[in-house]
């Protein structure tokens, strides 16, 4: 009898492990495209308030604008998609799969990480960049 309630638990707990899982990833996903589009909206607005017909890459300040702003919404993406790999492992009936899953989400992990570094970086090199174009304009004036 207390056999057979443990198992039904461990049937309930893989299900609902599986179910959050899958809603991780649908979740990543839906935080991809939905960065994507605010990524293209700001390149977009941004396109319009130069008025120019020149692309977005020769405006080096905008584009690192532009990155740093797809950036931020692909390391969230990540951490969801890390979440998921846990999840996974809590599960997983084999040495195989774990190993594959480890060496998922180390993957993930480093790639997170290297995307917050460039992120961090990106986003010092357009806050100097505004500070001199602040300091032309304010010697312009």
Known sequence: MEVEIVEGLEQGLYAFILLLKVVLE????LIVSWGLLRTLQHAF???RKKGSRQPILAYPFEFSEIRLTFGLWLALALEFQLAADILSTTVSPSFEELGKLALIAVIRTFLNYFLNQELEKESEDVKLSARSQAEVIKGVK
Do not use: H, Q, V
């Open 26 to 29: 649908a979740l990543a996903a």
């Open 45 to 47: 607005r941004i396109r």
